[in-house]
């Protein structure tokens, strides 16, 4: 593969401001907000280019995803894909980056994030590939490929993250990118 990788985190939803108790809700108004400024800075960013689009299955994922899908002409295939799933936990209190020693739990969610990321590599054609994604998704994904476990960055609403992919050298290009998000819709 010879391109881009899109980390593409959703925007914000309502069991992460503590409105729903239900795991896989929709986006907030704000997130909503969020998912149409972030795509159309990727429209920007990617207009007369062809895409592959994948995202989590969960809600908040598909529905910023919807919102690129909407407004970008050359999106040759949207997929869910289960590697991009987030965690049915929280990653801080598993992952070892609190102090405690990384659960079984979290070890088998890294170890499916980043098999399925490496099986991306191996099959994507695209020259750009949005992932529509999590936080913990993410995270497991730098972890990885900066060799650090022990990693433990913010990745915020409507972020991007960009890989670069030439041959078999992989490097991440940005982390956590808010590009033009107006201040008052950057989340934590």
Request: net charge neutral; glycine share 6%; proline share 1%.
């Amino acid at each position: 593969m010879h391109g881009k990788i899109y980390l593409i985190r959703h925007g914000q939803f309502y069991w992460q401001i503590g409105k729903d108790q239900d795991f896989d809700s929709s986006l907030t108004s704000m997130g909503e907000l969020q998912a149409k400024y972030l795509s159309m800075h990727l429209y920007k960013l990617l207009k007369g280019h062809s895409v592959h689009v994948s995202s989590s299955s969960l809600t908040r994922a598909v529905q910023t995803r919807d919102h690129f899908v909407q407004v970008h002409d050359s999106v040759e295939s949207v997929f869910e894909i289960p590697f991009l799933k987030e965690a049915s936990f929280h990653i801080g209190s598993h992952d070892g980056t609190n102090g405690s020693k990384s659960s079984s739990m979290y070890q088998e969610f890294y170890s499916r994030v980043v098999s399925g990321f490496y099986d991306l590599l191996s099959t994507a054609e695209s020259a750009n590939t949005l992932c529509f994604t999590h936080n913990g998704v993410i995270k497991c994904i730098l972890r990885e490929l900066l060799k650090d476990d022990k990693l433990n960055i913010k990745v915020r609403n409507a972020s991007i993250t960009v890989i670069d992919v030439v041959g078999k050298k992989i490097s991440v290009r940005v982390i956590d990118d808010i590009y033009d998000l107006p201040y008052d819709l950057m989340t934590k």
